[in-house]
């Protein structure tokens, strides 16, 4: 079946610092999705992306989807403690009504 | 608007009884999904549905029963609770087709089986 390769698997930066991660995959994907998840909690959607290419904000954070369709970034600027948690990213390739595919998490550890 | 909840938010079982998980949305979504998140595995599916009355199996299916006889509730069956079952359960919801795949979770229920 598809996987994602998420990478790094975990990270530990210090705050100010920006951050990047990615995730790859061997198949296509029509969407690309950015979670985040706080201890304890379930996770949250940050950012959608539909298009290859698309590049898209939520204040600090910026997603794109790249342009091969195998694969996705995202950047997290001027990190702060907050920014604590699992990102987790998932791909769907729309197909009926087949289940996103998701990618085992980078574990972000911010350093005060 | 309560989005997706899920019941109980912890629960310890013996080897070998059963229990329902519980999850509930108010968004109307068609698109229900339970999935369990083990250290170091991410997420993984367990079961889904497109609708009242469809159900489909996903990665891990095996100790796990579902139906779906609502819009509204999409409940997960263990029928015989093994030690591999403990874990934290997320349920989550979206709409089936377009935007289906901006799943929303539920704040997780965590399963301990002695």
């Known amino acids: 079946g598809q996987q994602l390769n998420q990478s790094p698997q975990s990270m530990f930066i210090q705050e100010g610092e920006d951050v990047s991660m990615n995730c790859t995959s061997s198949?296509?994907?029509?969407?690309w999705l950015w979670y985040k998840q706080e201890p304890g909690e379930g996770p949250v959607l940050l950012i959608a992306?539909?298009?290859?290419?698309e590049l898209t904000s939520n204040g600090r954070l910026t997603a794109q989807f790249g342009i091969t369709r195998k694969d996705s970034f995202l950047n997290i600027s001027a990190s702060i403690p907050s920014d604590v948690g699992i990102y987790f990213c998932?791909?769907?390739?729309?197909?009926?009504?087949?289940?996103?595919?998701f990618g085992k998490g980078t574990r972000l550890s911010v350093i005060a | 608007n309560a989005g997706v909840t899920q019941t109980p938010k912890f629960q310890v079982l013996k080897t070998g009884q059963s229990m329902t998980l519980q999850c509930a949305q108010d968004?109307?979504?068609?698109?229900m999904s339970w999935y369990r998140q083990d250290p170091g595995m991410g997420l993984r599916l367990i079961h889904y549905?497109?609708?009242?009355?469809?159900?489909d199996q996903g990665e891990v299916p095996n100790g796990y029963n579902v139906s779906r006889s609502t819009t509204e509730d999409f409940p997960l069956r263990l029928l015989s609770a093994a030690p591999s079952q403990t874990s934290v359960y997320f349920c989550?919801?979206?709409?089936?087709?377009?935007?289906?795949?901006?799943?929303?979770f539920g704040p997780g229920t965590r399963l301990t089986v002695t």
């Open positions: 992306l539909y298009k290859a290419g």
């Open positions: 989550a919801s979206g709409k089936a087709g377009g935007l289906a795949y901006e799943q929303y």
């Open positions: 549905s497109v609708g009242a009355g469809i159900t």
């Open positions: 968004m109307n979504h068609e698109y």
């Open positions: 998932a791909g769907h390739f729309f197909s009926g009504n087949t289940p996103l595919v």
């Open positions: 198949s296509i994907f029509n969407t």
